[in-house]
């Protein structure tokens, strides 16, 4: 009976897309609220500082 026009087709996959992409940045702003408001920016300087120590550590263990 209904028959879909390309252009519909073609106007929702956009509207998917914008709304995908709106609530990443939602996400992505409660990540940055979060890091710089309570206590995660020191839970993520942490973080780099045991990742980058370990990297390094793994690095001069392994140099001969």
């Given at each position: 009976m209904f028959h879909h026009?390309?252009?519909r087709s073609r106007?929702?996959?956009t509207t998917e897309?914008?709304?995908?992409l709106l609530?990443?940045?939602?996400i992505a702003l409660l990540v940055?609220?979060?890091a710089t408001a309570g206590g995660g920016?020191?839970?993520i300087g942490s973080l780099f500082d045991t990742v980058f120590n370990d990297?390094?550590?793994r690095a001069?263990?392994?140099t001969p």
């Open positions: 026009s390309p252009e106007g929702q996959a897309y914008a709304l995908i609530v990443a940045a939602i940055i609220a979060w920016a020191g839970k990297i390094f550590d001069s263990n392994s």
